[in-house]
């Protein structure tokens, strides 16, 4: 499949709620094949987190109950469930990029933070460029919100399945922690990639956007060294996918050169203007 039509899926919104749906079903079916003992008992830890646990061994079972691959599949198939709302992440990202360079000129209209009617103002203007943009500065936050119960699922579920603690996937044991730090490293070093991606692509320099790209990977370092390798392999796919959704979807350098043909043009533009003028001048 040649990149643009990669492209035009992801960014198909349709077309990635329908991929969500597929995966929802694999998920589904992958539960019911799973034939062993029921795991917990009411709403969160049965119906969540058991069949989260479930489908993970069911997904395992057509890998030779290989837990790794399992834990690997089933991430995809999260990521490819939560994709309708990366999908309209990513458009709201890149419109909020776009809108900076005016939001820098709003907080320099109205420097004096102690002044409330000033703040107001800016307040007013700043929700009035949101609008006509058509973005929300809190769209970037609900992916994460969403993962969020889905790790702490994932990380119950390890705990409360006897085979997702006890197997084996390559050199670590999936619930101990990774004596080697590989994977723990693979984690920050995806989510550096993926973070770093995203920066770069922005308009301008944003001293917090940058602290966070630096500061993720190493948070996420910490975070996977303490917990149960399953749950850093998820993080490891998670982030990878991420990746690769970035550069498809998202390409900083595509946006940048995008960015500055536009800037050129108006450039050409405004010269074209000028010369004309001056040459009504002359006649």
């Known amino acids: 499949m040649k990149l643009s039509k990669i492209k035009s899926f992801f960014m198909d919104y349709k077309k990635s709620v329908l991929a969500a749906l597929i995966a929802l079903v694999i998920m589904v079916i992958a539960a019911m094949m799973y034939q ?8 969160w830890k049965g119906t969540i987190i058991g069949n989260f646990a479930r489908s993970i061994m069911g997904v395992s079972g057509w890998f030779g109950n290989s837990y790794g691959l399992g834990i ?5 198939l999260i990521r490819i469930l939560i994709l309708p709302l990366m999908v309209h992440q990513t458009s709201s990202m890149v419109k909020m990029q ?3 360079p005016a939001l820098k000129k709003l907080q320099e209209k109205y420097p004096n933070k102690k002044d409330t009617e000033q703040m107001q103002q800016m307040q007013a203007e700043t929700s009035a460029l949101y609008k006509e943009a058509g973005v929300s500065p809190f769209t970037s936050l609900i992916p994460l919100i969403v993962q969020m119960p889905i790790l702490i699922a994932l990380y119950q579920a390890i705990f409360n399945t006897k085979e997702l603690q006890t197997g084996t996937f390559l ?3 999936l619930g101990q922690h990774d004596p080697t730090y590989i994977i723990p490293l693979l984690a920050a070093v995806f989510t550096f ?3 770093y ?3 770069i692509g922005q308009p301008e320099k944003n001293s917090m956007t940058s602290t966070m790209t630096y500061a993720m990977p190493v948070m996420i370092f910490l975070f996977a060294i303490n917990v149960p390798s399953a749950l850093s392999l998820y993080w490891v796919v998670s982030n990878a996918f991420q ?3 970035t550069w498809t979807i998202q390409n900083p350098f595509k946006i940048r ?11 050409d533009r405004e010269r074209a203007i000028n010369k004309a003028k001056r040459s009504k001048k002359h006649k």
Request: net charge positive; glycine share 8%; aromatic share 10%.
């Open 193 to 195: 990639m993926s973070s």
């Open 36 to 43: 062993g003992p029921a795991i917990g008992h009411g709403f």
């Open 171 to 173: 050199w670590f044991q």
């Open 243 to 245: 990746v690769a959704q």
């Open 197 to 199: 991606l995203v920066m």
């Open 72 to 76: 690997i599949v089933f991430t995809l």
């Open 257 to 267: 050169r995008e960015r500055e043909a536009k800037k050129q043009a108006l450039k």
């Open 98 to 100: 776009e809108i900076a």
